[in-house]
Nanobody, 121 residues
Framework: QVQLVESGGGLVQAGGSLRLSCAVS????????MAWYRQVPGKRRVLVST???????KYADSAQGRFTISRDKFKKMVDLQMNSLKPEDTGVYYC???????????????WGQGTQVTVSS
């Protein structure tokens, strides 16, 4: 069974840094796009950053210049380095991956369980 396992959330003061990691476990054929999303209570999940299998990264305006996404294609892992954190970065961060389990299967969306990031002012 394919799962996304996240780690690295926590509590940090404004201006501090955190690094989130996400690993794909289980048997997969291909991992295409990987991304990080943030969700706060009562609001929809929003995209923070995404990275293609070729390493092309994109960021939400709020993350540009402060966050860096990276991936290890062979280890099927994606990280999000978050610097200069602000209270408005607080939320549950979810890892996302577009995965094909084998050559005969369709591409499917997979999500991690979420990790809490809290930035205090």
């Amino acid at each position: 069974q394919v799962q996304l396992v996240e780690s690295g959330g926590g509590l940090v003061q404004a201006g501090g840094s955190l690094r989130l990691s996400c690993a794909v476990s289980g048997s997969t054929s291909d991992v295409n796009e990987m991304a990080w999303y943030r969700q706060v209570p009562g609001k929809r999940r929003v995209l923070v950053s995404t990275i293609t299998d070729g390493g092309v990264a994109k960021y939400a305006d709020s993350a540009q210049g402060r966050f860096t996404i990276s991936r290890d294609k062979f280890k099927k892992m994606v990280d999000l380095q978050m610097n200069s954190l602000k209270p408005e970065d607080t939320g549950v961060y979810y890892c996302y991956a577009l995965i094909r389990r084998d050559w005969a299967s369709p591409w499917s969306d997979y999500w991690g369980q979420g990790t809490q990031v809290t930035v205090s002012s």
